[in-house]
């Protein structure tokens, strides 16, 4: 019989490519989301479970419901780097008490294997690029801390309750499937793609790099863009290490190679076959110069490797913000 997996914030951006990836595989999936950035839509062939994380009945009641959940994949957070530092008690609340009160709903049901979405900001500004595991954890912003605390929160479940973890640190996620069906419906749009996209439909009234003088071949910063369908795939090979037996641990999750912001915008004129200018700002306090993957941890221990690059990542953006402008209807 298939495995169960509840997907909470699967109504998401990369949840709901995660949950489409699961069905392919042949997984059976439940989804938790309280659609405050979701959207149902996301979403087709499985349960939607509207809840809130911050609420302890609405998790017990998923784990009574579906007492034959292997495996949780947890997504639902709160994900801007800005708004964390204007509102930082929202962060803590929702990215680390939600994550407390999932574990403490998985314990009660006896359900003891976690993927959870951590972040490459747990890093800060990296001392060596490629960025291996054993950087030094010094996120720069609270968006970054309580994704760590989140991550020492499951290390302390694991060490009392059992409870096995993967610590997944994405880099830039980004793309849509390439079916054209979900993409990133994220409003306000606050990544380099969506924001570029949203200013070619007229939806913005200029796209600022900031700043081109950094010590960069071109000038602008570097970035290791993933495309959100190998993070899907990614998540189903962490639940199977999980069940396979594997202890908890962490893996950065990139192509492990960095573009520049003029790299995308020039590949995006190529794609789109528009031409168009952008603007030049300063430089943003805090943003790294150069930050990419060093994924060979998550190759060799996990079995997965990236299939898809920059080009990809583009043309399916382009290919989903041109067609749903306005993201999902509901
Ligand atoms: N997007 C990125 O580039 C990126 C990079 C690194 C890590 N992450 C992590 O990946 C995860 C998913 O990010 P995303 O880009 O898909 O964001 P998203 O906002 O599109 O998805 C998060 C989902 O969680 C739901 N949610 C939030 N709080 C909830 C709560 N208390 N109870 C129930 N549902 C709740 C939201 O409605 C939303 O559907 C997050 O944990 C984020 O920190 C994202």
Same mark, same amino acid.
């Given at each position: 019989m298939a495995r169960k997996v509840l997907v909470t914030g699967g109504c998401g951006y990369i949840g709901s490519h995660t949950v489409a990836e699961l069905q392919r595989q042949g997984y059976d999936v439940v989804v938790f989301d309280n659609l405050v950035k979701g959207?149902?839509? *996301? /979403? $087709?062939?499985a349960p939607v479970i509207v809840g809130d994380l911050l609420i302890p009945a609405d998790v017990q009641a998923v784990f009574r419901a579906h007492p034959d959940i292997s495996g949780v994949i947890h997504f639902a957070a709160y994900i801007e780097v800005g708004e964390s530092m204007e509102q930082p008690g929202k962060y803590f609340q929702n990215n680390v008490q939600g994550c407390v009160n999932l574990l403490d709903g998985m314990d009660a049901a006896g359900v003891r294997h976690l993927v959870f979405s951590s $972040?490459?900001?747990? @890093? #800060?500004? =990296?001392?060596?690029?490629? /960025? $291996?595991?054993q950087e030094s954890l010094k996120p720069e912003s609270v968006y970054g801390v309580s994704k760590l605390m989140a991550e020492q929160v499951l290390g302390w479940y694991d060490r009392i309750k059992g409870i096995r973890h993967t610590a997944l640190r994405y880099f830039n996620a980004s793309g849509s499937s390439f079916d054209g069906?979900? #993409? %990133? *419906? @994220?409003?306000?749009?606050?990544?380099l793609v969506p924001r570029l996209i949203e200013y070619l439909l007229g939806q913005r009234t200029d796209f600022v790099? !900031? #700043? %081109? %003088? !950094? =010590? $960069?071949p071109d000038g602008t910063c570097i970035r290791d863009y993933i495309h959100v369908d190998d993070l899907a795939t990614s998540h189903i090979a962490a639940l199977n290490y999980l069940w396979g037996g594997g202890e908890s641990m962490a893996f950065n999750l990139g192509t492990g190679a960095g573009s520049s912001n003029k790299e995308i915008v020039q590949m995006v004129r190529e794609i789109t076959g528009l031409d168009f200018k952008v603007a030049v700002g300063q430089r943003r306090p805090g943003d790294a110069t150069r930050i990419w993957a060093d994924n060979s941890r998550a190759r060799q221990v996990l079995g997965w490797s990236p299939r898809y690059g920059l080009r990809e990542i583009l043309e399916t953006d382009w290919q989903w913000h041109s067609t749903h402008p306005h993201g999902f209807d509901d």
């Open positions: 959207h149902h839509a *996301a /979403v $087709t062939g $972040t490459c900001a747990v @890093y #800060g500004t =990296p001392q060596h690029v490629p /960025v $291996t595991e069906r979900i #993409g %990133d *419906a @994220y409003k306000p749009a606050s990544r790099i !900031y #700043g %081109d %003088d !950094y =010590p $960069t």
